[in-house]
């Protein structure tokens, strides 16, 4: 199922709020060097989150604190369709101690962070006993936390919230789909999100068609306006509920037909997936 949120087209300028807020993460960052150096060459306070134990992962963080921008861990996590992790992964089953273990390896690998995100997850987050011990060791290393929200059961924000952790969710996904018109949709449509609500999250990839959209961003911000901040500057900012509004919007992250069948230390970002005979 996509996650494509229907809206309408924006024939002209929305009501000015002037101070609505919107963080844009980008995931995946550590595997493809020209792609994450374009990213972080992008304009304003982009957020980037970092796979672990990727070939560029520390150089790109390293790059992204000289270049102002905030780094997170884009922590792997456990999927219902078995897709692999690699190192790092953080999977169903694990005894505490060495969730624990491999979550402080994960942050140790990755410099300058400052939040957490799920990478996929859509089966680790579902379970509270393990959620509750993310949350604790990152409120102990003083760290925030963003739920990607790849599955309408997560119990990642619930628990984060319970212990004070500061915690958010994201609003809306850019790229589902690698086309360039629906990537500006849903950009528009995080903006006006960050509009109604005073704020929002959008989440995308360093796809090409991503990053041709997002050197946009500037145009739009001033169409908007909207300010661009770092994710750290909305924790503080949840939105009353929860997990409460656009509860259907849910997907894979990044898209499930965006990644290879084989975990092995190649770019996914050149992978084309296989034509299936009918």
Known sequence: MSCLASIDSASSAPAANQHAQLAIIIDDLGYNLRLGQRTLNLPGAITVAVL???????ELAHYAHQQGKEVMLHAPMSNHHDYPLGRGGLRRGMAKTEFIAVLRQNLANVPHVKGVNNHMGSQLTEEAEPMGWLMAELKQQRLYFVDSRTSAQTQALIQAQEIGLPSRRRDVFLDDKKDQQVIYQQLLLALEKAQQQGSAIAIGHPYPETLRVLEQLPELLARYQVHLVKASQLMADTIPGGLKGGAGNYCLAPPMSLWP?????????????PVWEN
């Open 52 to 58: 672990p134990f990727t070939p560029h992962g520390r």
């Open 261 to 273: 069948e084989t975990w092995m230390p190649i770019n996914p970002f050149d992978y084309t997936p």
